[in-house]
């Protein structure tokens, strides 16, 4: 790994990382309506699809905000998901019945379409794009006129606790885990920050609305086991490498920054998500 960031092997990593974690992520968190993922039917809400819309679906992964949105389409109405990721794109395929309906591979980045959409929604995508600006570019320039987006994206650190009582610990064992510059989930999580990047691209009448969701994640072990085999199963084999005693100093500071959401030794995090809705 290059000690610069470097968009394109960050690319390529989460590719891989997609594609290695898609069927466990579809299994235990997307599919499951868990956590965060009670943001679905809200995204989908707030973007007021209509029978008749063509709707693309940005990052669609394994395809649970595509799925929902194929229920409220009818016989006219069409959706695109596209993703980096061969192999959540191929759980997608298999999971929806509607008629209308394409999953292509394809980078957000060099979004490649003629046609233009009434509808673009794209959830916990967007703080996975190096250039943030040029996707939303794009995304404007294949929207109908008065087309709407909806955007979904995680918390700042402070509001996603899952994440941060155990990267903040590994972080401060090992503080180049990750290649300075590097995107991280809670880019676009402070309101003012997701507002601006949304603006800066063109789109006006900008909404965020911010949701409190709950996550139960049972003792400890349960939230150290489940972590490390998803959140942070791309970096793991580098925490191996440093030996046990670093692996136990991390972790017995993440159960610390853990303990205020303990209860009856079972955790229970708090998970703020925000929806943002801007027509073109
Ligand atoms: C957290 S998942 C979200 C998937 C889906 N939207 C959902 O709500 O379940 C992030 C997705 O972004 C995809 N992704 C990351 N970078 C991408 C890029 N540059 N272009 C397209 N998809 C990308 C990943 O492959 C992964 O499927």
Redo the contacts with the bound molecule.
């Keep these: 790994m290059s000690s610069k960031f470097n968009p394109i092997e960050f690319?390529i990593n989460?590719?891989t990382n997609?594609n290695t974690g898609?069927s466990q992520?579809y299994n235990n968190w997307?599919n499951s309506d868990v956590g965060p993922?009670k943001s679905?039917k809200e995204l989908v809400k707030a973007a007021e699809i209509k029978p008749d819309d063509s709707v693309l679906?940005?990052?669609?992964?394994?395809g649970?905000?595509s799925k929902e949105i194929s229920c409220l389409l009818g016989n006219s109405g069409n959706l695109v998901g596209?993703?980096?990721?061969r192999v959540?794109l191929g759980i997608a395929k298999k999971s929806i019945q509607f008629r209308n309906v394409d999953f292509i591979e394809?980078?957000?980045?060099n979004l490649g379409f003629h046609a233009k959409f009434d509808k673009i929604v794209?959830?916990?995508?967007l703080m996975?794009?190096p250039d943030a600006y040029k996707v939303l570019k794009s995304i404007s320039s294949i929207m109908k006129k008065d087309g709407k987006i909806a955007i979904a994206v995680h918390g700042t650190q402070t509001g996603v606790p899952y994440v941060s009582c155990i990267m903040k610990s590994i972080l401060h064992h090992i503080p180049d885990i990750r290649v300075k510059g590097t995107p991280t989930v809670h880019r676009f999580g402070d309101p003012k920050d997701l507002k601006k990047e949304i603006s800066a691209a063109g789109f006006t009448d900008i909404k965020i609305k911010k949701f409190t969701f709950t996550y139960h994640t049972g003792n400890f072990e349960e939230y150290w086991e489940d972590y490390m085999n998803s959140t942070a199963n791309s970096i793991w084999p580098k925490i191996k490498t440093k030996g046990i005693e670093i692996v136990n100093a991390i972790k017995k500071e993440a159960e610390q920054n853990t303990s205020p959401f303990i209860k009856n030794e079972q955790i229970e995090f708090p998970w703020n998500v925000l929806i943002a809705t801007a027509y073109k």
């Design positions: 690319k989460t590719r997609w898609a992520y997307a993922f679905t679906d940005v990052a669609c992964g394994t649970v905000v596209i993703d980096i990721s959540a394809m980078d957000a980045e794209c959830q916990y995508g996975f794009f």
